[in-house]
């Protein structure tokens, strides 16, 4: 029994004989219609439990020393169709759907949504109701709310040792959550049988039964009205009260009101009649709880519950109708139901054959009274002791002259192989009626099967018993409803703090619903605000890949990722997370932990991240005074770079004059040895050679004073090259001493 829906006291309300009389003719006329339901879930679940026989055929077997067993063939395909779930984990998911939602909201939905399956257990709550389903048609769970904190801290009362604030942890016990609950036993609902819409949304109420003792209904209930029932009450009250229990049931209903609204000219739309507009009639659905016994109500919800749509969520198997008396009939179908027959076969046939193997002599020797008395030890282990020989005796009383015949052995061959043929039929039926394909022989050996091969058949098996995935969907979509209507009732407190989980599995601290916006608990640069506003989200099922296999393909992601790193276009920064995400991936512990918290720093509290900036702005002060000094010496090298060039020219140019001068000489003593040969080559007087001889050295003479005066002048040159360039390597020396001291600053 779940009352957390209300916090209204448990007190005896006034007498309702109208209500009690919708709740008694709702109670009878849907248990009714819910009977044939259970008796069809009851027997599948006795052959998932491995009991397909009758109770007559297995007593009258039991009793006539018959064997009465079972091969059971149907749990391996109910396991692997809930597995399959088990390991495709499915989760609700929030989208805007325009009318106030947008990307913001529906994230913070989604977050919620999140964090509330995450603390239930909720993807196990669908698989555990995805199973019961599966197995016998229909199952339940619930949307519920509870208390945040059950503990009182005293203010001003051991405040030290607690920590914190004491008002705010005292806040939290009158603040609720939204929480998924369980419903183990489904025969324990009692859920409207007219739906119409595929997911049930539409019921108008719903019945949660518990059976309660009579003294401990006396301690619950101490204000009843009536604790002590008589026949009357029997009578008034038919089903609700037992021998030995009374009947304690949830009655969920939802009362229907009609609610005018007017659209303006404007376009505003008004609750009020206002001058011209357009009139709509809204049926405006509420939602409310009463806890009875059939005899009185025990308990009630004071103000409607949040939302349009009853609490219990339905997980429906295969729905179909049939005709009978001229009036559709719902039936609702387990994956075993039309396995039971053939079910029921194999336990026969199975039986049929112990039965005949049970035939089989125990004594395999067949003879004549008094055949075995010489021997009669080696005949007793004659079938586990091998004996060269046997001898046996002729029988007392026998006729002489007469060989009587050897003992001989029974033959006796059980129909093993008729059987083994029947019994394949009936695996090959059950297997028809869950929609799952048998394989040829030969493709029932897995080393001759390739991976794409198993993949499809695998597909194969997963579609015949697809429907029932549906159905699991609806209804997790469905609850999805339910938790987003309740949003703004149970988490709209003003300057509310929450944790919420993202989608890489870590958590966050928000406050929802502040009035002004506050710096982001990890990004303190970045104001944040998150209102829980009264705005409907279009919800969905998000699907994929299990934990495991999205954790595998990770890794093996990053580990081609990192090992092409080096011709990727990513920064060190993004290359060091990416480093820390392989690590972290690996699961090495606290040790591993450390190594990605080296490489790459998570990012931590405001205070630890406004040192992390004041630390990395005294670095970039540095690294800029660094950078002043190395554009100093840039410079200073620069310069020095350019007055070598300067030299290195001018050693060039008084080497070339060097050489044109050489050669110059060489040229005039060429010149002097031609002048002289063709002196002595003519056939003169000796005045006219002398002559000849005087103007010759002359000549030379004054081309060795001309190469000496440019030798000269090229020296001076040079000269003067140096001087300038000793007069710009102190200039830049200058200048390079005042940047320097420009680039330390002042002195401390």
């Not at 060489?666 to 002048?675: F, G, S, T």
């Amino acid at each position: 029994m779940d009352t957390a829906y209300t916090d209204s006291p448990r007190r005896v309300s006034k007498p309702d004989e109208e209500l009690l009389k919708e709740i008694r003719d709702r109670y009878k006329a849907w248990d009714d219609a819910w009977k044939d339901h259970r008796k069809e879930r009851d027997k599948d679940i006795s052959y998932i439990c491995g009991d397909p026989w009758e109770k007559k055929d297995r007593d009258a077997r039991e009793n006539a020393g018959r064997p009465c067993i079972n091969h059971d063939e149907l749990n391996q395909y109910t396991n692997a169709c809930v597995n399959s779930v088990r390991l495709n984990k499915r989760g609700i998911k929030a989208d805007p759907r325009g009318s106030g939602s947008t990307d913001q909201t529906a994230l913070l939905r989604q977050d919620l949504i999140r964090t509330i399956e995450y603390d239930c257990n909720g993807p196990s709550i669908y698989a555990s109701a995805f199973q019961q389903m599966v197995e016998g048609s229909y199952a339940f769970f619930r949307i519920s709310r509870r208390y945040v904190s059950d503990q009182y801290h005293p203010e001003g009362k051991a405040a030290g040792a607690l920590g914190g604030d004491l008002t705010a942890r005292n806040k939290s016990l009158f603040m609720q959550e939204i929480c998924i609950k369980a419903i183990s036993n489904p025969n324990s609902v009692l859920f409207d049988p007219h739906c119409i819409e595929p997911d049930w949304s539409d019921a108008k109420g719903c019945f949660v039964l518990e059976r309660v003792n009579r003294n401990d209904f006396k301690k619950q209930w101490p204000k009843a009205q009536v604790k002590d029932f008589t026949w009357e009450h029997r009578q008034i009250a038919d089903g609700w009260i037992l021998d030995d229990a009374i009947v304690v049931a949830e009655y969920w209903r939802i009362e229907t009101r009609d609610k005018d609204v007017w659209l303006l000219d404007n376009g505003r739309v008004v609750e009020e009649a206002g001058q011209g507009g357009k009139k709509r009639t809204l049926a405006v659905k509420e939602v409310y709880q009463y806890v009875t016994n059939g005899v009185e109500i025990l308990q009630r919800s004071e103000e409607p519950e949040p939302g349009s749509i009853i609490p219990i969520i339905p997980m429906i198997g295969l729905e179909r109708y049939k005709d009978e008396g001229g009036t559709s009939k719902r039936i609702l179908f387990s994956l075993v139901r039309l396995a039971r027959d053939p079910q029921l076969s194999l336990a026969y046939l199975t039986s049929l054959e112990m039965e005949e193997a049970g035939l089989t002599p125990k004594s395999p020797f067949l003879g004549y009274k008094g055949q075995f008395d010489s021997n009669r030890e080696m005949w007793t282990s004659v079938t586990k002791v091998p004996h060269a020989f046997l001898e046996t005796d002729i029988p007392d009383n026998w006729p002489a002259g007469q060989v009587p015949p050897l003992p001989q052995r029974i033959p006796f061959t059980p129909n093993f192989q008729q059987y083994e043929i029947a019994k394949d039929s009936s695996r090959r039926a059950i297997q028809a009626a869950m929609g799952i394909a048998p394989l040829p022989t030969a493709a029932q050996r897995q080393n001759e099967k390739s991976g794409v091969a198993l993949e499809r058949i695998e597909t194969m098996e997963a579609l015949g018993s697809y429907h029932f995935v549906d159905g699991y969907d609806r209804a997790i979509r469905l609850a999805g409803r339910v938790i987003d209507q309740w949003m703004p009732a149970i988490y709209g407190d003003e300057d509310r703090e929450v944790h919420v989980r993202k989608p890489d599995d870590t958590s966050q601290a928000l406050r929802l619903n502040t009035v002004e916006p506050y710096p982001d608990s990890k990004d303190p640069l970045k104001l944040v605000r998150y209102p829980v506003e009264e705005v409907d989200h279009a919800i969905a099922i998000s699907t994929g890949p299990s934990y495991d296999s999205q954790r595998r393909a990770v890794e093996s992601f990053l580990d081609a990722l990192i090992g092409q790193m080096p011709n990727l276009p990513v920064t060190p920064p993004q290359a060091a997370q990416l480093l820390s995400l392989a690590i972290k991936m690996r699961n090495m512990g606290p040790m591993g932990d450390q190594m990605a918290d080296l490489i790459a720093p998570q990012q931590g509290d405001a205070n630890q991240t406004m040192m992390q900036l004041q630390q990395q702005q005294m670095k970039m002060q540095e690294q800029e005074m660094q950078l002043a000094q190395l554009s100093a010496i840039v410079q200073q090298l620069s310069i020095e770079k350019q007055s070598k060039i300067v030299e290195g020219e001018y050693k060039m140019a008084l080497e070339k004059l060097r050489t044109e001068t050489n050669v110059l000489i060489e040229r005039l003593k060429v010149d002097a040895q031609m002048a002289v040969a063709t002196i002595n080559a003519k056939d003169q007087i000796e005045g006219e050679r002398a002559e000849a001889v005087q103007e010759a050295r002359s000549n030379a003479a004054e081309q060795m004073a001309e190469a000496q005066k440019i030798q000269d002048e090229q020296e001076h040159d040079m000269w003067l090259a140096r001087q300038e360039y000793a007069k710009q390597l102190q200039e830049v020396q200058e200048a390079a001493a005042k940047a320097a001291e420009q680039a330390a600053g002042p002195p401390q």
